[in-house]
């Protein structure tokens, strides 16, 4: 038996995983093929979502508390994450306008 | 479990009935007969040539910031509520000393004048 | 019933994920991103994780999410640019995400699930009190941590919002 039982009907932890998969692999495209580092930003939250959801997926399966709880944390470090880096990118907004995210590349050596 | 929040579904199915009946009817009943002249940004004015959408204030930016960083806090409380009877002086002790850390941020952003609105 | 629940939130999670990066104005991919929050947030009740829904409607599609709509009210509505400067970005894009997908898909198949180890009682399972529990006893040195982290955050923004030439 791989599933569990939700309010009366069988759900399957593969289905929790395979939709964690869909949205992971989405926000890596977003990543990969945007240009606006704003949108990057964001598409990094999507695939933190759906690490968070294999992690609550798995923490149901074993019934182990430990996931939800790792599920909490991941989510205060994504909102420190998003507070930071948005401030990052304001700070560089204010010098001059970025259209895409190759504009910031100086740094590379 | 899932059946304790039966009500929490019913009221977002009320809301979005709601919301979506509001907003559908009054496309569908509103007259809208649109002309060139009414759609003018000013009926007898110099039509503009810059954009209309002004940046905001960075002010509203910080707030906002800090407002995350302060709600994560409280997400944090919520079970620490519950379980003060439980955890007795062990509970308090620990929070006070998350609350501490978190107070050096707070007076920290205050020095700065990060409360400040100008 | 379940089953139906889970259907209707895994598409409106694909669609808005979609939708993320798709649209090409950034406030449209942050309002995809509050509906595969709210999505995801049904899917965590569906796993008993009832404290982590309510921390994901409160933190991620309250907090994180206004700071984003104020960060493009900020920078204004940029749209950007479609055209790459590496020619083979797409190309390659395209590979990598192929590759990925089919790794994860194959390490999907014909998978066994380690069974609990004890049995749980599921009716208070992933409630506040459970949550608090271990995060007041077992989880107590990342939780003292997790103020470390905001602090930094908070001593971070305020560093990097400061105005030019103000050195307080």
């Given at each position: 038996m791989s599933g569990?039982?939700?309010?009366g009907s069988q759900l399957d932890t593969s289905w929790f995983l395979l939709l964690a998969a869909v949205l992971f692999i989405l926000g890596t495209i977003g990543v990969l093929i945007r240009r606006n580092p704003l949108v990057i930003l964001i598409c990094i939250e999507l695939m933190l979502n759906a690490a968070n959801l294999t992690l609550v997926a798995f923490s149901r399966q074993l019934q182990n508390l430990d996931g939800q709880l790792f599920a909490l944390m991941s989510m205060t470090v994504a909102a420190a994450e998003a507070v930071v880096g948005?401030?990052?990118?304001?700070?560089?907004?204010?010098?001059?306008?970025?259209?895409?995210?190759?504009?910031?590349?100086?740094?590379?050596? | 479990m899932l059946e304790s929040y039966v009500p929490l579904l019913i009221f977002v199915l009320i809301v979005l009935g709601l919301v979506g009946a509001l907003v559908t009817l009054s496309f569908v009943l509103g007259p809208s007969r649109p002309s060139k002249r009414k759609m003018a940004p000013y009926e007898s004015g110099i039509i503009p040539d810059t954009p209309a959408q002004r940046r905001i204030s960075v002010r509203f930016y910080l707030t906002a910031m800090l407002f995350i960083i302060f709600d994560v806090e409280a997400i944090f409380f919520y079970p620490w509520a519950v379980l003060l009877r439980q955890l007795k002086w062990f509970g308090l002790i620990e929070m006070l000393v998350f609350m501490g850390i978190l107070g050096i941020a707070l007076a920290h952003i205050w020095r700065k004048g990060g409360l400040d609105w100008e | 019933?379940?089953?139906?629940?889970?259907?209707?939130?895994?598409?409106?999670?694909?669609?808005?994920?979609?939708?993320?990066?798709?649209?090409?104005?950034?406030?449209?991919?942050?309002?995809?991103?509050?509906?595969?929050?709210?999505?995801?947030?049904?899917?965590?009740?569906?796993?008993?994780a009832q404290f982590i829904f309510v921390a994901q409607v409160i933190v991620y599609a309250g907090a994180v999410m206004v700071l984003f709509l104020f960060v493009i009210a900020l920078l204004g509505p940029a749209k950007e640019i479609a055209k790459s400067r590496l020619r083979f970005q797409a190309s390659l894009s395209a590979l990598f995400v192929l590759a990925l997908f089919g790794l994860l898909w194959a390490m999907l198949q014909g998978v066994t699930y380690r069974q609990p180890d004890k049995t749980v009682d599921m009716s208070i399972f992933g409630t506040v009190q459970s949550i608090g529990l271990g995060l007041f006893t077992k989880f107590l040195y990342p939780f003292e941590l997790t103020s470390l982290l905001l602090l930094v955050a908070a001593i971070g923004a305020i560093y990097l919002s400061r105005k030019e030439g103000d050195d307080r």
């Open positions: 569990f039982d939700a309010g948005l401030a990052i990118l304001v700070d560089i907004f204010r010098h001059r306008d970025v259209e895409d995210i190759d504009d910031l590349s100086e740094l590379k050596g | - | 019933m379940a089953i139906v629940i889970f259907f209707i939130a895994a598409a409106m999670a694909v669609a808005g994920g979609i939708g993320v990066i798709s649209f090409r104005q950034p406030i449209r991919s942050v309002l995809s991103l509050v509906v595969v929050m709210i999505a995801l947030s049904v899917l965590f009740l569906l796993l008993s």
